[in-house]
């Protein structure tokens, strides 16, 4: 697993330097970060999840997406609500989803997630409307991000899944080969079911998580 300010990373811009903020990266506000599998966790069934994107000044970000996935998990009608600020929320059945690897024209790396039953939202077509806003790389310590500028998308995120649902962005930029997909290598976001063993497993599962998660496409 790895880990939706404007929410997630470019990993060409997190390669220019070793303090760079994730062009594109997911944030929950107070959630629990992880290192191995560079992701944040909630217990909650309700909470707020931030897609961030920065560093603007390398390009803008083109159709940028939320895409929410079930782990070991029957698509259930009602069972996941998502609304964007100052939105209507969208409540999805259990048709809406799909199973496979987002997006069709280019697919994320697997990261231990899919193939699975999910469903994605657009959050932006492009980014080059503001607000734009100092941001920062959202991990505990992590560099202050003043200087650099970008957007803030935030959501409301509703659910009765009783097991995992991961939470991945990814968006488009062009670069001289042209249009090509990136995704974050870090700062993915997954609910967790709160009983006692389920946190021991999980931190047993999240230092091979990190072994085998894939890091950003160069």
């Avoid at 998502?82 to 409540?91: D, F, L, R």
């Avoid at 790396?109 to 077509?125: C, Q, R, S, T």
């Avoid at 659910?159 to 080969?177: E, K, L």
Wanted: charged content about 15%; cysteine-free.
């Amino acid at each position: 697993m790895k880990t939706l300010v404007l929410i997630f990373l470019a990993s060409i811009v997190a390669a220019t330097s070793a303090f760079a903020v994730p062009s594109l990266q997911l944030y929950i506000p107070g959630g629990e970060y992880d290192a191995a599998s560079e992701t944040w966790y909630t217990t909650a069934q309700d909470f707020e999840l931030w897609v961030v994107a920065a560093g603007l000044d390398h390009g803008t970000i083109y159709d940028i997406h939320l895409v929410a996935s079930l782990l070991g998990q029957t698509p259930t009608d009602g069972a996941l609500t998502i609304t964007p600020e100052g939105g209507v929320g969208t409540t999805y059945n259990a048709a809406d989803y799909a199973y496979g690897t987002p997006p069709e024209s280019d697919p994320m790396p697997g990261h231990g997630v899919f193939p699975a039953d999910y469903v994605e939202m657009l959050v932006a077509g492009q980014t080059t409307s503001g607000p734009f806003v100092p941001v920062q790389d959202y991990v505990p310590g992590g560099d202050g991000g003043t200087n650099l500028y970008g957007q803030i998308f935030k959501f409301d995120i509703s659910t009765t899944y009783n097991g995992g649902v991961h939470f991945d962005s990814y968006g488009f930029y062009n670069d001289p080969d042209g249009r090509r997909i990136f995704a974050p290598f870090s700062h993915d976001a997954q609910t967790v079911i709160p009983e006692p063993a389920t946190v021991l497993l999980l931190g047993m599962g999240l230092a091979a998580a990190g072994l085998v998660r894939r890091r950003r496409k160069k």
